[in-house]
């Protein structure tokens, strides 16, 4: 946590703890007035507050107006190329998740992790979804569950959604997002990357895992999303 | 919004305990706790960390209760 000093919030939370500690301290033993220690409590306590709670956050409709906008760019793509196949999400190069979209069938999907990036080839498109950034800033540990990464990804960092459950089966993995706030209204991106909470799910899998995430599909039904991906379990080469 | 409910709920807790004539540190304390506790979930403020705050008054609220049991048990 870094602190601004130039920062109105961070220069009265400081002023208010400076001054109520000892102020409380004083009160309490020398003059022996529970008032004045109890005032002197209070504005240690409302300091701290202060100093906790950012002067200018950035609403959350504005963070996730720019994931969905990061959808623009990608349906252009996936519309010049006319790609319609499901994507593979990819383990990160660069902390950056990123997702192969096949033009041809019967591609190796164990060798995609390893072969050389480039956005446009004769087999595929390579594009950086919006859950790749997320993923990078909000900063999952490595040893977390498929459940608890996802949760806290788009529950408490990103509030895209109420809930998340993840289960497990074999390779396959179905996510059941509960009553999402994201969505995106783009046609192929949505076919291919899934919708914003799909490609957030994907990125979270490929990156905890370092494996790569088929994209299988998803369903709508009542505030519920479920969607499927199979992880890819690759063997050393 | 959430700052200046906090305040002033604050401060008016201590004038109405001081009117009352409470001389319990505890007393406070444990007001201050629920203050803190019910604006935060009211506004659900965001931060720049861990709510530390809230972990020092779970703490505190833990003790003073402690220490009641131990006086009624006593």
């Not at chain 1, 979209?101 to 072969?115: K, M, N, Q, T």
């Not at chain 1, 540990?141 to 109420?162: H, Q």
């Not at chain 2, 979930?41 to 003790?63: E, H, K, N, Q, S």
Request: hydrophobic share 50%; with cysteine; aromatic share 10%.
């Amino acid at each position: 946590m870094r602190l601004d000093l130039s920062d109105r919030y961070v220069a009265l939370g400081l002023g208010l703890m400076v001054f109520g500690a000892p102020f409380g301290v004083f009160s309490y033993y020398v003059l022996g007035n529970v008032t004045l220690a109890a005032m002197g409590m209070a504005c240690v306590i409302l300091g701290s507050v202060f100093l906790l709670t950012p002067a200018s956050p950035v609403p959350l409709d504005v963070v996730r107006s720019m994931v969905e906008g990061a959808n623009v760019n990608i349906e252009a793509l996936l519309e010049e190329f006319d790609v319609v196949n499901r994507g593979v999400y990819l383990p990160p190069r660069d902390g950056r998740v990123f997702c192969f979209i096949p033009v041809v069938d019967g591609f190796d999907v164990g060798r995609l992790a390893s072969r050389p990036l480039r956005l446009v080839s004769g087999d595929g498109l390579t594009v950086f979804p919006p859950g790749s950034e997320v993923v990078r800033l909000a900063g999952i540990g490595d040893e977390v569950g498929l459940e608890d990464a996802l949760s806290y990804v788009l529950v408490d960092y990103l509030e895209a959604a109420e809930g998340v459950k993840v289960v497990e089966s074999g390779s396959n993995v179905v996510v059941q997002v509960v009553r999402p706030v994201v969505d995106s209204s783009f046609v192929r991106v949505q076919g291919c990357l899934g919708s914003t909470v799909a490609s957030v799910a994907g990125s979270v899998f490929a990156s905890l895992r370092s494996v790569p995430v088929c994209f299988l599909g998803e369903e709508s039904v009542d505030g519920l999303v479920n969607l499927r991906f199979r992880l890819e379990r690759v063997g050393q080469e | 919004m959430y700052l200046s409910v906090q305040a002033l709920a604050t401060l008016g807790t201590v004038v109405a305990l001081s009117a009352l004539g409470e001389s319990r540190l505890e007393v406070f304390f444990s007001l201050f706790t629920v203050i803190h506790f019910a604006s935060s979930a009211l506004f659900r403020p965001r931060r720049r960390w861990f709510d530390i705050t809230g972990g020092v008054f779970f703490m505190g609220f833990c003790y003073i209760v402690l220490m009641k049991v131990i006086d009624i048990i006593g």
